[in-house]
């Protein structure tokens, strides 16, 4: 039988995933794939409480040093 009859959800699933990725991220790049997934876990755990993703991005973002340009780009021209 075919898909589309005997799971007609299966191709909205897809479809809006795909739309999903075109849109938050223009694209899906296989190299950049574990940070998308890294920050959708983050956002998709702290969903329910705003106040708590909050602190955790305040808190990552005082433990961590700045970045500069040089640093963000240094790793696209070695890999």
Do not use: C
Request: charged share 20%; net charge positive.
């Amino acid at each position: 039988m075919a898909a589309h009859i005997e799971l007609p959800w299966v191709h909205r699933v897809f479809s809006n995933l795909k739309t999903w990725a075109l849109g938050v991220y223009h694209g899906l790049r296989p190299q950049h794939l574990q940070a998308y997934l890294d920050e959708f876990v983050f956002r998709f755990n702290r969903r329910r409480t705003r106040h708590a993703a909050f602190r955790s991005i305040l808190a990552i973002g005082v433990a961590i040093t700045p970045a500069t340009y040089e640093m963000l780009i240094a790793s696209e021209t070695q890999g």
